[in-house]
Structures are given as C-alpha cells and as structure tokens.
Nanobody
Framework: QLRLLESGGGSVQAGGSLRLSCTAS????????FGWYRQVPGKEREGIIC????????YASDSVKGRFTVSRNNAENTLYLQMDNLKPEDTAMYFC??????????????????????WGQGTQVIVSS
C-alpha cells in the first residue's frame, strides 16, 4: 500500500534554508503528480507547491513562490522541497502528497487536490526570527 515518508525538517533562523525529502513506496512513483502541503495547529492544511509526473512543470503558491523549489528523482522515488530565505511564517508541519490535480483552477486560484486520503507523519519546520 501507499507509504510516504517525509524527512529533513528542523529549526533554523529566518533567512536560512532547509531541504525536505519525501520517499514514496507502494505506487509507480513516476506515474503521479506530487506536491507539498503544510499545516499549523488550528488551521487547515495548505497546499503550497507541486510538480508534474515528469518533473517538467511546477506550480507554487504566492506565499512561497521565488523561495521554495520542488524537484523529484523518479529513479529513487523521492520528492524534494528546497526552502530558501525562510520566514517565521513558514513554521509548520510539512507533508508530501500524491495529487489528482495541481495548478490553477478555472477561477484563477492556485490549488492542490490530493488523490488519496492518506498522509504521512510529516516533518516539522521551525523558523525563528
């Protein structure tokens, strides 16, 4: 069955960088779009960035555009999130997800739609000012 294992979180000061990884098993990794979500306690999970199955196309929310980069290695079933110029408001639990859709909806809003009702344990990112 599907398993997603996120890693690479930690504590950094504002302006610093982190690289998150997500290793997937139980599916043909290269067949699927993937993305990253984040969540803070008391708030809904927010989709922030995504990548097409072949890695050619990426989309990002305005909150992370220009600072976060998503990539993937289909040979190693691994998704990455490079986070640069981190801000205290980036503090959250970060999750990867298999996606049914990623990009801009017909109403012009950016969004991600998960394909499966499954979430890994996530990895915590803390950014101090």
């Amino acid at each position: 069955q599907l398993r997603l294992l996120e890693s690479g979180g930690g504590s950094v000061q504002a302006g610093g960088s982190l690289r998150l990884s997500c290793t997937a098993s139980g599916l043909v990794f290269s067949d699927y779009r993937f993305g990253w979500y984040r969540q803070v306690p008391g708030k809904e999970r927010e989709g922030i960035i995504c990548i097409s199955s072949d890695g050619e196309d990426t989309y990002a929310s305005d909150s992370v555009k220009g600072r976060f980069t998503v990539s993937r290695n289909n040979a190693e079933n691994t998704l990455y999130l490079q986070m640069d110029n981190l801000k205290p408001e980036d503090t959250a639990m970060y999750f990867c997800a298999v996606l049914a859709f990623c990009g801009v909806f017909s109403d012009g809003n950016f969004g991600l739609v998960p394909k499966f009702d499954y979430w890994g344990q996530g990895t915590q990112v803390i950014v101090s000012s």
